[in-house]
């Protein structure tokens, strides 16, 4: 077909709309745009025309030039899993239903009934197997996820949605590589890769929200002070610490002040609140390795907010002290709430460390019990990364800010599972100090029973050289006693808030009240009864 005539095209523009008084010709515009029109579609027609006709501006007519015929290219059939029988054999293909992991975990109906594939199926991906089909149910009716449950626009069967969320668990679980997860069920490394940056979203919103609940009332954070005012810290609603994770897809410009003095990868940082209980109240989210505690506590919004007084600020709780005069015992109530920490957080009296340095009986011993019940964040951390092993071997995802969704994630299923093993709820057991008093003071740590926890070990040391007997004898009346007389509990009426108050000036209230329960055998270490 020969090209169409070359059209002499009006090269005008709309400053030539305007008259000499500034004003728009009409019949201007409407011949501008015309020609606009024209010229556009002569160029797509240019566009359009076959380049060798294009090039001798003519060519052959349509009885005298060949007919070329392309051949039609047909898709190659996609394959993830195929095997011969035999070299001349036909290919069998191996569809996701045919896979393992399909056959032994999404239509292994003998799963449902024996308890011990069930222990075997929690460990390895982590959840009970009735728990794991709850959370498919979830992800079925999620809008993020619609691609995935039902068929697709070519009318093909989408892959099996429950082998995916598996896949998600055991990249989780164990840090597996997604052709790792490829081989066990026969859908392609790329489609479990897409859907895991899917499944992290929706673990870090939805999940994340429905399982990790921050405390806003009060009624809502007694529940968590419970075992921390048998223990002798009423107020308290839990620990914080920082931890790192290690991200190894860090982008080139954010390398720098990613890498910190903890690791040498680049690692992100969250500060994270937990209860006695290893529940996770809090995280924030990540922030670059460089940063240490006191930073991260800055854009803490939970901590940050009990500290200006927005949150918690209702709950009240009282301090016994003793009046220096009388030698009466003295309650006083405070408001707001504080959390427990080590010494590298920032001297706000919301965030109470242990004394680093003092030669006072009572501090260190408050400082001792504060080091134990502290731990708690540790073992959380520890709990994390050992059951989330992506946790511990780092993040491969590419950019920094997946890993946040990882940990967010991970978070929201710690506590789903604390949920599913009943560990959510108050813990009504305990060990008294007393029961371990008298004469194992006398004891250093051996002889003490191993089932006695180490924080009341540590208590039980007598640290007074005279108060050792190795006579026999029993104790002289010089010995230097922790007992003191009941006195009669006057109501103190003045409010102090916790907020308004300097870290040295509580802390030394809180040691105060410490060692007068400590003195009367009332602390109780807490322990869930099993």
Not at 112 to 134: L, T, V, W
Not at 135 to 153: A, M, N, Y
Not at 204 to 211: D, G, N, R
Request: proline share 4%.
């Amino acid at each position: 077909t020969p090209p169409p005539p070359l059209v002499t095209v009006m090269r005008v523009s709309l400053l030539d709309c305007l008259r000499d008084d500034g004003t728009v010709d009409v019949e201007r515009c409407l011949e501008y745009f015309n020609h606009k029109r024209e010229r556009d579609r002569l160029l797509l027609d240019y566009a359009l025309m076959e380049p060798e006709s294009f090039l001798s501006g003519g060519g052959e007519s349509d009885d005298e030039s060949p007919i070329h015929d392309r051949e039609r290219r047909t898709r190659a059939r996609r394959i993830v899993y195929g095997r011969k029988d035999s070299e001349d054999g036909p290919l069998v293909i191996i569809p996701p239903h045919e896979s393992l992991w399909y056959k032994m975990y999404v239509s292994n109906f003998y799963l449902i009934e024996n308890q011990k594939m069930q222990s075997k199926f929690r460990a390895r991906f982590r959840i009970p197997y009735d728990n794991f089909r709850e959370l498919v149910h979830w992800v079925t009716i999620d809008p993020l996820f619609d691609r995935w449950c039902g068929k697709k626009c070519n009318n093909k069967r989408s892959s099996p949605v429950e082998l995916l969320v598996l896949g998600s668990l055991r990249y989780l679980g164990r840090g597996w590589t997604f052709d790792d997860i490829e081989e066990a069920t026969a859908i392609s490394k790329e489609v479990h890769r897409v859907f895991f940056h899917k499944f992290i979203r929706f673990g870090s919103t939805e999940l994340y929200s429905k399982f990790v609940l921050t405390p806003i009332s009060t009624d809502d954070a007694l529940t968590h002070m419970a075992e921390f005012s048998s223990a002798g810290l009423p107020g308290c609603i839990g620990s914080i610490d920082c931890t790192h994770i290690v991200t190894e897809r860090c982008e080139y410009n954010l390398k720098n002040n990613h890498l910190g003095f903890k690791s040498a990868n680049t690692t992100r940082t969250y500060n994270l609140t937990c209860n006695h209980r290893r529940r996770i109240l809090h995280s924030t989210g990540g922030g670059p390795g460089r940063w240490n505690d006191q930073t991260m506590v800055r854009f803490d919004k939970f901590i940050s907010g009990i500290r200006d007084g927005m949150m918690l600020a209702d709950n009240k709780f009282e301090l016994e002290s003793t009046d220096k005069e009388s030698g009466a015992i003295v309650q006083t109530t405070f408001s707001g709430v504080y959390v427990i920490c080590d010494n590298g957080y920032l001297d706000w009296s919301c965030t109470v460390p242990p004394y680093s340095m003092t030669s006072r009986r009572e501090e260190i011993r408050w400082s001792n019990w504060l080091e134990s019940m502290r731990k708690d964040v540790e073992c959380t951390f520890g709990i994390l990364k050992g059951r989330w092993r992506i946790l511990k071997s780092g993040v491969r995802l590419w950019g920094a800010l997946k890993a946040d969704d990882v940990w967010l994630t991970c978070c929201a299923m710690h506590n789903w599972l604390l949920d599913i093993d009943g560990f959510s709820g108050e813990w009504d057991g305990g060990v008294p100090i007393s029961d371990w008093s008298g004469s194992l003071g006398d004891l250093d740590y051996d002889g003490i029973p191993e089932d006695i926890p180490n924080a009341i070990a540590r208590l039980s040391r007598n640290l007074d050289p005279r108060n050792y007997d190795s006579s026999g004898m029993g104790r002289g009346n010089d010995i230097i006693t922790d007992q003191i007389v009941e006195n009669d509990h006057v109501q103190q009426i003045v409010q102090n808030t916790v907020s308004n108050m300097k870290l040295s000036e509580f802390r030394r209230k809180l040691v105060e009240h410490y060692d007068i329960q400590f003195r009367r055998n009332r602390l109780v270490w807490p322990k869930h009864k099993t």
